[in-house]
Structures are given as C-alpha cells and as structure tokens.
Nanobody, 115 residues
Framework: QVQLVESGGGLVQPGGSLRLSCEFS????????MDWYRQAPGKQRELVAF???????GYKDSVEGRFTISRDNAKNTVYLQMNSLKPEDSAVYYC?????????WGQGTQVTVFS
C-alpha cells in the first residue's frame, strides 16, 4: 500500500513563499505521475500542477510562473515551490499519485495567505 505524507504548509503573508513536500512511501515512486491539487472552502478540488514520470510538467493558468513542481526520485519526494503567494491561493493542498491504474492521495496540508 502506498502512503503519501505532505508537509510544508502554513501561514504566510501575500508575496511570501512556501515549499510543500510529499513523500511517497515506496521505491516505485519514479514510475508514478504526481500532482498537486488544492481545495478551498466551498469550492471543488482543482489541479494546480503535475509532473509526469518523465518529468513533463504543467500548471493551472493562475499559478503559472509563480509555482514550480519538481521531483527527486532518489528521495521519493515531489515538491511544490510556491512564490508570490496571493490570498486566493489559500486552500488545503493535496498530493496525488497515479500509476499502475492506482490513485493515491495524501492527507492534505493547509496553506493560508493572509494580509
């Protein structure tokens, strides 16, 4: 069974930065496509960024140029570097893994951007 453990959320002022981490519990991490989603209160969960097993990346339009997704296969970890944060980025951020027809989710980490 795969487990995803997120960390790095917190409180930050507008314009600040945070780096989220998601550790994958098995060494087959390199074969999985990895995503970051977020869900704000009263809103649907939305895809923020993805990185494929081949390191291809993509971003939600509103975070393009501010967020960077990366992965370290040696550490079984995916990261989301978030810069120039805005209040509308406040949400619970979830790590998601897809591979071998299986989907796995982390427990979520809260990001709050406040003035």
């Amino acid at each position: 069974q795969v487990q995803l453990v997120e960390s790095g959320g917190g409180l930050v002022q507008p314009g600040g930065s945070l780096r989220l981490s998601c550790e994958f519990s098995r060494s087959i991490f390199s074969a999985y496509d990895m995503d970051w989603y977020r869900q704000a209160p009263g809103k649907q969960r939305e895809l923020v960024a993805f990185i494929s097993s081949g390191h291809r990346t993509g971003y939600k339009d509103s975070v393009e140029g501010r967020f960077t997704i990366s992965r370290d296969n040696a550490k079984n970890t995916v990261y989301l570097q978030m810069n120039s944060l805005k209040p509308e980025d406040s949400a619970v951020y979830y790590c998601h893994a897809y591979g071998y027809r299986n989907h796995y989710w982390g427990q979520g980490t809260q990001v709050t951007v406040f003035s």
